[in-house]
């Protein structure tokens, strides 16, 4: 990607990654560190985050960061998030990458169905954390990573906690449909801060959490070519609303393969992205 008129040279600027240690979120630090970023990665395994910090940096990558960050738990996001701001009161790009697909209903620490509070709720407590950074970093740029999976999600909030019903898909469609929701809020709240957010669609990816829920092996040299593609590709257009300079002033958007997209039509409720900001506020203690 470097020396590619369509992807920015990020060196100077201080990209925070979360899921970074296998794949999409790997592929995406890794290619971000190509590009000449410095990274912070936000990993709850903090020795697996520091073997894909030694690999980047004997790639030739600026020496990344590791943060311990339990995305189950509020209270290790508010550490990481202090940490992080401690020594970095100027960001540049967030990218809320990680994500879980459970077979079965599972609770956080924090009381929370684990899907919602990983995939949904983290995202948006810890942005609020870092959004004072992310501001003093103007230009900036929030990427959250959704699904196409979104399309057959609804928010039932009389069911956020999926207490009387858990259909692992349905709950990941709706936690998905959240990160977009969430998108469309955030971008009108940030208007003329400076600072961008957009969602993207990584596309169906032979990662671990899908392989893992379809029971398959992740193994061989082309695991892809069973269920899906390679982590690389699903990191592009994270990558690229990260650092193009073609995507400049776009916020509130939906990417998918690089390109703008429509995502579906419940996605556009303004009244339910007021009350999921709202609720999600009240869940995670912000309000």
Not at 175 to 192: D, M, S, V, Y
Not at 253 to 273: I, K, L, M, T, W
Request: charged share 20%.
């Amino acid at each position: 990607m470097k020396g590619d008129p369509a992807f920015s040279d990020l060196t100077g600027r201080v990209c925070v990654v979360t899921g970074a240690t296998r794949g999409i979120g790997r592929a995406t630090a890794e290619g971000l560190a190509a590009l000449g970023a410095s990274l912070i990665l936000l990993c709850r395994r903090p020795e697996v985050g520091a073997e894909v910090a030694e690999s980047i940096t004997e790639s030739g990558g600026h020496p990344p960061e590791v943060v311990l960050c339990d995305l189950a738990s509020q209270a290790s996001i508010r550490s990481a998030a202090t940490e992080v701001t401690r020594t970095h009161p100027r960001l540049h790009v967030l990218i809320n990458n990680a994500g879980i697909l459970l077979r079965t209903r599972e609770v956080s620490v924090d009381g929370h169905e684990m899907q919602l509070a990983v995939n949904h709720l983290a995202y948006f407590l810890l942005t609020n954390l870092l959004l004072d950074a992310l501001r003093a970093g103007a230009p900036s740029r929030i990427v959250n990573v959704s699904s196409g999976a979104h399309q057959g999600g609804r928010i039932d909030f009389d069911a956020l906690q999926s207490e009387r019903r858990y259909d692992p898909i349905l709950v990941y469609s709706m936690t998905k449909l959240a990160n977009i929701l969430f998108t469309h809020e955030l971008a009108r709240r940030l208007e003329g801060t400076g600072v961008s957010v957009n969602a993207v669609h990584p596309g169906v990816i032979a990662t671990r959490l899908l392989a893992d829920y379809l029971d398959v092996p992740l193994t061989g040299a082309s695991p892809e070519r069973s269920f899906g593609g390679n982590p690389e590709r699903g990191a592009e257009t994270s990558i690229y609303l990260a650092a193009s300079p073609e995507v400049v002033g776009i916020t509130g958007g939906y990417f998918v393969n690089r390109q703008e997209s429509r995502s579906s039509p419940a996605s556009y409720d303004e009244a339910a992205a007021r009350k999921l900001w709202d609720v999600s506020a009240r869940l995670t203690r912000l309000a």
